[in-house]
Structures are given as structure tokens and as C-alpha cells.
């Protein structure tokens, strides 16, 4: 029998939310090359967004190993001799990446093999892009998610006199499904009542009065529309955490409502949604990308304005910016082909292959000899009144050792720390969702 020519990969994820973890870990099996073998060990960073088991199995990605970890324990785990990781994946926000790369280059230096480095972002960036972009600078491959983002990460990095060759383009990771066909439930073929889905957002809009506008129209819009079925689709159960903090859930504001029959809350994987989705509208969720990717009809919203502060402005050219208003009289909107093809959606058939660049960099690195040490753009010559902050907000000093008192790695923590733990988190979720809104009502009296 045939010696196997399969290769074992052994990949570690850490992330710090569960959108974080989605990406990543659908980063991993992606990039990974063809030929092999891969075991995903995942590691979740603790702080206010760790996600629950709901939020994990929701992401439906299995790891061979997950477990909770601080960034400390995280880089004493890398940092062991029989470490045999061949790639690690950063899903983290923009200071943690950066806390980890000097941390790995501290605890790496000197040996001839460490594992490659690879980090990016979850989806559309359209804020603090320089800013995420140097955070991040110093991994091996920092992952574009579009023609668009790769023109603008090198931009970026070439015009600060950083190295720019670790910027590769892919796409987003979580994109797939069934393209999107017609459905007319007034003709023979009409499967289900035609379905329209507001995506939203934990932190878009902020203020009470802008989302309750927005639920307000979407209970509006299945008032006129009594055949229609309107869900509105939810990130998070009460009480838990995304990437972003939510202070007025829809959870809360749709109890003060009367919604009809034909309206309902929603929760699950974003890709089983939009199997049964007529027309996708949010504010500028990345379920927007996700829409056009199968070809579903994708509105963007402008009731608000076509604001910086709300992201949608990164749709400016792509076709599917409009109103409740005119939702609600029969609008179709039609994405422009041009803007789509930058944005990474790939809806021409092209996606499988939008990871090959990323695959045969990988293949590349992980087969040569050595790697150079990682060499982030920020150090404490570049950024002395910076980069200190960053790293100490994660327990690292400058030189990116752990500062006295950090998180003991060498044992698990005890029941009853992790107890602790627990009610710690549900403490301050609490304190944010409820605690927080009305200390402010009252700074306004």
C-alpha cells in the first residue's frame, strides 16, 4: 500500500470574540494547502467579548482543542520548545495582534523554526485603518479580504517605510451557499412567503431614538407587507457579547412593540438565514457581503444619513443604498458589478480560487529553512509614547516579557477562580446593558 503523501498542519487560532473566531477559524481551513492534514487547536482570549457555547456552536467550526486563555498563558504555550505548531492565525483586534507579535518575537528569538504568523481583518474596514493596519504590521502574511483592501493595506505600509510583502489578497472566509433564485410565492412556483431580513448590529447605530427608528420601520414594513415574512436577525442573546459592546439590544426595544404576526426575531448562522432570504437590508453589516456574494437582493440604508460614523459610507458606489421608504413601495436594488468584483464577493464563480495566493505563500514559508524573527513597525524607537500602553494592557512590558504580577500560566485555574471568572463577566455585561443606559438617562435629566 502507498505511503500517504498527506501532510499533518497543525494550526493554532486565537481569537477574542465570536466573530473573531468565525473568521479565524474558517481563516485556517481556507489557507490551508491542499495536501493537508489540518488540526485546529483553538484559543479563546478572555475579556468582555469571549463568546459563550451558544455563540461558538452557532459559528459551526470544530476544533480539535479549545480552551480559554490569557494573552500571558497564550505566549508561554507558543513559547514552549516542544511547540509544533506549524501556522497561528490572529483573530484579535488591532492591540492585541500587536501584543502578541512582540510577545512571540520575544519568546521565539534565537531559534532557527517557529511556526508562520498570520493575522487580517473579520470584514469591511472602514475606520482606523491606519491605525489597525500597523497594529498588525509584523505578521508574516496580514490577509486582505478584496482587491480594494490590498491596494489600501500597501498604500498604507509603503507610505510609513514599512515592509509591504506580507499584504495577501483573499477573500472573506465565511462567504458560500446556493446563489440566490427568484422566488414569487403569487405563481405556482412560490415555495414560502417572500422573506425580508434586517441584519443588525450590535454597536450601529448607538442611540435609543435611531434604533428604535429602525425597528419601528421594520414592523412598519410587515404591517404594509402582511404576506411578506420580516425577521429581524440577531447577532446575540441577552447577556452575551460580539466583537462589539450592545447597550440597547432589539431584544429589549421590540417588548415596548406591537409587531404583527409576520414579523419575528431570529438568531443562528447568517448562511441558513439568507437560504431563505428574499432581501437583505441592514446598516452596513459584512451580511451585506455575504448577500451579494449569492446574488441576493442587498439594501444598505440611508434613512440615517450615508455616515463615517455608520459605515454604510464604504457602500458609496455599490448600488444598494436606499430607504424604508422606498422598500416599502417596491424598491429592487442592483449592485453595481464593477464594486462588487473589488469588495472580494466573488460573485462570479471565482471564489474558490480567491485562497490560492494565500496557500502557496503559506506553502512557501512553511517550507523553508528558516524564518526571519518577526519585526513589528512599532518598537520603543518608532513608538515610544505608544506602543508601551499597547503592550501593557495585555500584561507586557516593551521588550514584550510578561510584567510582574501577570496571569500565572504554569496551572489551570482553580473551580472556583473560575467561578469567579464567570460571574465577573456576567457582572460587567450587566453593568454595560443595563447599568450604563441608565446612569446616563439620569446625567440628562
Known amino acids: 500500500m502507498p505511503a500517504s503523501t498527506t501532510k499533518s498542519l497543525r494550526v493554532a487560532v486565537l481569537a477574542d470574540s465570536d466573530t473573531r ?19 485546529l487547536d483553538g484559543f479563546l482570549l478572555r475579556g468582555r467579548a469571549t463568546p459563550t457555547a451558544r455563540q461558538l456552536e452557532e459559528v459551526g467550526v470544530r476544533a480539535d482543542s479549545l480552551r480559554e486563555v490569557t494573552a500571558v498563558e497564550f ?62 504590521h509584523g505578521a508574516d502574511l496580514v490577509l486582505a479580504n478584496s482587491r480594494q483592501d490590498a491596494d489600501r493595506f500597501r498604500a498604507v505600509y509603503e507610505g510609513v517605510g514599512a515592509d509591504a510583502g506580507s499584504v495577501t489578497e483573499v477573500a472573506l472566509p465565511f462567504l458560500g451557499g446556493a446563489a440566490y433564485t427568484e422566488n414569487d410565492p403569487s405563481t405556482k412556483q412560490g415555495r414560502r412567503p417572500y422573506t425580508v431580513v434586517f441584519a443588525a448590529q450590535p454597536s450601529v447605530p448607538e442611540s435609543r431614538k435611531d434604533r428604535t427608528y429602525l425597528l419601528d420601520r421594520l414592523i412598519r414594513h410587515a404591517r404594509l407587507h402582511p404576506d411578506r415574512e420580516v425577521l429581524l436577525k440577531l447577532r446575540s442573546k441577552p447577556g452575551e457579547h460580539t466583537t462589539h459592546i450592545e447597550e440597547l439590544p432589539y431584544q429589549k426595544l421590540v417588548q415596548k412593540a406591537d409587531p404583527p404576526a409576520n414579523f419575528r426575531l431570529v438568531y443562528g448562522h447568517m448562511g441558513e438565514v439568507l437560504d431563505r432570504t428574499d432581501l437583505l437590508v441592514t446598516i452596513s453589516s459584512t451580511a451585506a457581503l455575504e448577500s451579494l456574494h449569492r446574488r441576493v437582493p442587498t439594501v444598505v440604508l440611508s434613512d440615517l444619513g450615508v455616515r463615517e460614523a455608520l459605515g454604510n459610507h464604504h457602500f458609496v458606489g455599490s448600488g444598494c443604498l436606499a430607504s424604508w421608504d422606498q422598500l416599502d413601495a417596491g424598491h429592487r436594488p442592483a449592485p453595481d458589478a464593477a464594486w462588487v468584483a473589488r469588495q472580494g464577493v466573488a460573485a462570479d464563480g471565482s471564489y474558490e480560487t480567491a485562497f490560492d495566493a494565500a496557500r502557496a505563500r503559506i506553502t512557501e514559508l512553511l517550507a523553508a529553512d528558516r524564518l526571519p524573527p518577526l519585526a513589528p513597525y512599532y518598537t520603543p524607537v518608532t513608538a515610544p509614547g505608544y506602543l508601551p500602553g499597547v503592550l501593557a494592557r495585555h500584561h507586557l512590558g516593551p521588550d514584550g516579557s510578561p510584567l510582574p504580577g501577570a496571569p500565572a500560566a504554569d496551572r489551570e485555574p482553580s473551580p472556583v477562580r473560575q467561578i469567579v471568572r464567570r460571574a465577573a463577566r456576567g457582572a460587567y455585561r450587566h453593568g454595560v446593558q443595563r447599568v450604563a443606559p441608565v446612569i446616563r438617562r439620569m446625567g440628562e435629566l
Not at 94 to 115: I, M, N, S
Request: glycine share 12%; proline share 2%; aromatic share 8%.
Open 75 to 136: 505566549l508561554r504555550e507558543l513559547g514552549k520548545e516542544d511547540c509544533a505548531y506549524d501556522v497561528v492565525v490572529l483573530a484579535l483586534v488591532g492591540g492585541a495582534v500587536q501584543a502578541v507579535l512582540h510577545g512571540l518575537a520575544r519568546a521565539w528569538d534565537g531559534r532557527t523554526k517557529r511556526p508562520l504568523v498570520v493575522t487580517g481583518y473579520v470584514g469591511v474596514v472602514y475606520e482606523k485603518l491606519a491605525d489597525g493596519l500597523l497594529l498588525r
Open 21 to 39: 473566531w468565525k473568521w479565524g477559524s474558517l481563516t485556517a481551513n481556507r489557507v490551508s494547502p491542499a495536501d493537508s492534514d489540518l488540526r
